[in-house]
């Protein structure tokens, strides 16, 4: 009898809950023990080389599939097409996160009663509101080989965006240069191949460590504000997102769902968009039907600007905040940090605490004290791992809408096709 090998998804979550429960246990036994002492190190190396071998692979990965994505759109008019669809859903998206979070703020009221005399004022660094102006300009780079350097991802996927435009308006002069980029992104799609595999080992390092290290005993001063964030998430996800799936692209939600599952959890328990982008790409065109150069272009740019899982977080943080001190927020302040929050979030990096350093910045901003965001501070963690992976949920949902619009999305692909019907390894799509 022929044994069933282990879907890929199957070993991720395995190894997410292996994470959790051999966490839990080191934390039961005590951080000061010597056994957890030794372990703890070795969950997490585990996690770190995770996490190094995906940021190894994701500049060129992004590099070569957006400007691949962009020169083999038939037309510039095609560009500017699918590119004004997609940045319309980041804004309408974002816009409708951060207010889901106020109204789920002030639905649980998660800083009604909480006491915070006794916290460490200073547990978390403030930083500048960046204006306007800033977010804009620090989109373009000013020295590209520096930002391919330090994996500014806004940065690269302007200066991307620029060449593969180039390529698109030089035409056949280009192809040369247009297949070797082809070539290398298809490459950098192998080397993803063989990166994805070792995701298990590296979801259970990460959930090992960060239960070990922070302790169970985290999710009760701040249960109220863990609550309100995983409910208005998940809320967002069955409602808008369903809605958005439904009637705009007109397929199936639960089915987009369960070929989701793989980079959602990847972006769970990573806390990182960009740690998943390789296989939300993969999934996208592979499992539900995106067209290549349609994922190239918009799931890189959607796991940099587009941030509804951090917006809802800003909407509930801000009133979360409010509530301990008894600061009341008008309308008129609360439509300033919808506003506000839409334009940060867009230019959230799509890296781990970078949401709470943000806002700290909007409390700056609010003339709200910060001693209460100590008790954020300590399970970030928890509460960022459910706003990334709504993150990137959103990235999937927004490149298979504007793909349907505009009549690009292989149907029988999403119904009927994917890689997960056939084996766990991820295949490179047919050109």
């Not at 800003?314 to 008008?330: E, H, N």
């Not at 959103?394 to 809408?401: A, F, K, R």
């Amino acid at each position: 009898m022929k044994t069933k090998k282990l879907k890929l998804v199957h070993k991720i979550f395995i190894g997410l809950f292996l994470g959790i429960l051999v966490g839990a246990i080191l934390s039961k036994i005590g951080t000061d023990h010597i056994f957890v002492v030794k372990t703890i190190p070795w969950l997490d190396l585990l996690g770190q080389l995770f996490l190094r071998i995906i940021r190894m692979v994701l500049v060129p990965l992004v590099l070569f599939s957006i400007i691949s994505g962009i020169s083999n759109l038939t037309e510039i008019k095609k560009l500017r097409s699918i590119g004004i669809k997609t940045l319309v859903f980041f804004f309408l998206t974002g816009f409708g996160a951060i207010t889901m979070g106020i109204i789920m703020a002030q639905i649980i009221q998660p800083g009604a009663g909480v006491q915070i005399g006794q916290l460490e004022t200073g547990a978390v660094e403030m930083k500048e509101l960046p204006t306007i102006f800033e977010t804009i300009l620090d989109i373009f780079p000013e020295n590209i080989f520096e930002s391919l350097a330090q994996g500014e991802m806004l940065h690269i996927i302007s200066f991307s965006m620029f060449i593969g435009a180039a390529l698109l308006i030089m035409g056949e002069r280009a192809k040369p240069i247009v297949d070797l980029v082809d070539r290398c992104s298809e490459m950098m799609y192998k080397v993803t191949d063989i990166v994805v595999r070792f995701t298990p080992y590296g979801v259970f390092g990460l959930m090992g460590n960060a239960v070990a290290t922070f302790g169970v005993s985290i999710f009760g001063p701040v249960f109220k504000f863990i609550v309100a964030d995983y409910l208005a998430s998940i809320l967002y996800i069955a409602i808008v997102y369903s809605a958005i799936l439904f009637f705009i692209a007109k397929v199936n939600p639960l089915k987009f769902y369960k070929k989701s599952l793989q980079p959602w959890a990847i972006a769970f328990s990573t806390c990182s968009t960009a740690a998943a982008l390789p296989v939300t790409m993969k999934v996208g065109t592979d499992e539900l039907g995106m067209p290549k150069e349609n994922a190239s272009f918009i799931l890189p740019l959607g796991a940099t600007a587009n941030m509804n899982g951090t917006g809802i977080y800003f909407g509930i943080v801000v009133l979360f905040a409010a509530q301990l001190y008894g600061v009341s927020i008008t309308l008129g302040q609360q439509i300033m940090l919808v506003l506000t929050a839409t334009l940060l979030s867009i230019g959230c990096a799509a890296a781990p605490q970078t949401g709470l350093i943000i806002s700290i910045a909007l409390l700056t901003n609010l003339g709200i004290p910060l001693d209460g965001l100590a008790l954020i501070a300590g399970v970030y963690r928890i509460i960022d791992q459910i706003h990334t992976s709504t993150n990137a949920l959103g990235d999937l949902v927004i490149g298979v809408t504007v793909s349907a619009m505009e009549g690009d999305l292989d149907r029988e692909i999403f119904n009927h096709g994917g890689m997960f019907a056939n084996n766990e390894s991820l295949k490179v799509s047919k050109e």
